[in-house]
């Protein structure tokens, strides 16, 4: 990787998209530093240490998301998630609306519409969570001004803020390299991992016994980090290929077809999609109580104790781990869900008979659509394990330890899913440009 970035400096264009999406990563992150006219941020930081206390690191996640905006309630608070939220229903809205199903099927002209449609929505998510803050702060204290004037100027710079973010991401994905907005949610993840580790390091390595227990722990945190980029790096790029063969026919005096091809079924399809709905699910519970101010007891208490991810596997409450099954259900049937609505074995085995192509041993049509599901839910359930391991390991030593950090098998996801994709069309620029330096000599 580090070979083909000092490749990639040597051509004057890729250096300047380079160059320019760092440029725009700065602007990003000087962002984040500039708080929120009219809120009091010291006040906001203790109310949020509470709510992560409660809310089994749901908002910890959100604040991981947005680079630390939002604990320093910046104008940047809300970040990409307005974005990031607003494609996800547009993504499931495309299958469930025809209309909007036709304009992803027109190319690039109805993707741009789709992608204009996705703005719009993105504004409309972000002055609804503007008000919604605005409101909430003016009541609890939180706002300098406790008044429509002092809601009003909130509302205007967070959505503001979140628009700026989004224009940025554009802009990265025009101009600069990869998408822009998985970059920034990249540089948002990675900016809060130098933290984590000074606190992993203060708790297990610095305040240890003696020099050896401190020396183990180290090697620990580092093999566990180690072993699950590795787990996550396996996860994402695994696939099955099935091959495909196209029958041979004549066009005029010619012979074409004849070719051979595969479909790549990835082994991870939905991404870290199963986690973030698995995740919200378990924790909207507990927010809703936090932010009406309830208290539950009795039943209605452990069952919130027992979503709340902070509870899980601890040794003293075993029983509260029963949510850590409910959650691993979650992910599971939510990889099988977003896959069933992102990929169609019954389109794909149409357009295969439309262009003459077959699976080898496969007979086309309802047959080929049968080995396409059998195929995909086996590959659908090691995708998810897969998910469900990166995902257990740091709630294993948050329980068991009380290793409690921003960062874990969500974010290495798509920290190492992003660097993965950029880098692959950093690589793709180079070969367009033919560039010897770029391959790799034996």
Request: glycine share 10%; with cysteine; charged share 10%.
């Amino acid at each position: 990787m580090l070979t083909t970035l000092k490749n990639a400096f040597k051509i004057k264009d890729v250096r300047s998209r380079i160059l320019f999406t760092f440029v725009m990563l700065i602007i990003v992150r000087l962002g984040a530093a500039i708080p929120t006219p009219g809120v009091n941020s010291e006040v906001f930081s203790a109310w949020f240490a509470n709510q992560t206390a409660n809310t089994g690191g749901a908002l910890d996640f959100f604040n991981a998301m947005t680079g630390g905006s939002f604990t320093q309630m910046s104008i940047f608070a809300l970040n990409i998630t307005p974005y990031i939220t607003s494609s996800i229903i547009m993504q499931l809205l495309t299958i469930a609306i025809p209309k909007l199903e036709e304009m992803q099927r027109d190319g690039e002209d109805g993707r741009k519409k789709i992608r204009e449609i996705t703005r719009y929505v993105t504004i409309a998510l972000a002055l609804i969570e503007g008000l919604a803050m605005g409101i909430s702060f003016s009541r609890a204290g939180y706002l300098t001004q406790n008044n429509i004037f002092g809601i009003l100027v909130v509302v205007l710079s967070l959505t503001a803020g979140s628009s700026l973010v989004m224009w940025l991401g554009e802009q990265i994905t025009e101009k600069g390299v990869g998408n822009g907005i998985s970059v920034i949610l990249l540089i948002n993840i990675v900016s809060r991992i130098p933290e984590d580790f000074r606190t992993l390091f203060e708790q297990f390595v610095f305040n240890s016994s003696n020099i050896v227990t401190g020396g183990l722990a180290a090697l620990i945190i580092i093999a566990v980090v180690v072993l699950t980029v590795v787990l996550v790096v396996y996860l994402q790029g695994g696939e099955r290929r099935i091959p495909v063969q196209y029958s041979k026919k004549v066009v005029g005096r010619r012979m074409v077809g004849g070719q051979s091809t595969n479909i790549p079924l990835k082994v991870n399809t939905a991404g870290v999609i199963p986690i973030i709905f698995a995740s919200s699910i378990m924790s909207l519970p507990a927010i809703i109580v936090n932010f009406i101010g309830v208290t539950p007891s009795g039943i209605w208490g452990h069952i919130i104790n027992g979503l709340n991810s902070n509870n899980w596997c601890v040794p003293a409450t075993p029983w509260y781990s029963i949510g850590l099954i409910i959650y691993i259900v979650l992910v599971i049937f939510f990889a099988y869900f977003y896959t069933a609505i992102t990929f169609n074995p019954m389109e794909i085995a149409d357009n295969m008979k439309k262009q003459g192509g077959f699976i080898p041993g496969i007979r086309p049509g309802k047959p080929t659509v049968d080995y396409l599901t059998k195929i995909l839910n086996n590959i659908i359930f090691i995708g998810a394990c897969g998910l469900v391991i990166v995902a257990f390991i740091p709630i294993f030593f948050n329980g068991v330890f009380g290793a409690n950090v921003s960062f874990g098998g969500t974010s290495l996801i798509i920290i190492v899913g992003v660097v993965l994709e950029t880098m692959k069309q950093v690589e793709s620029m180079m070969l367009v440009r033919h560039y010897k330096g770029f391959l790799n000599e034996d």
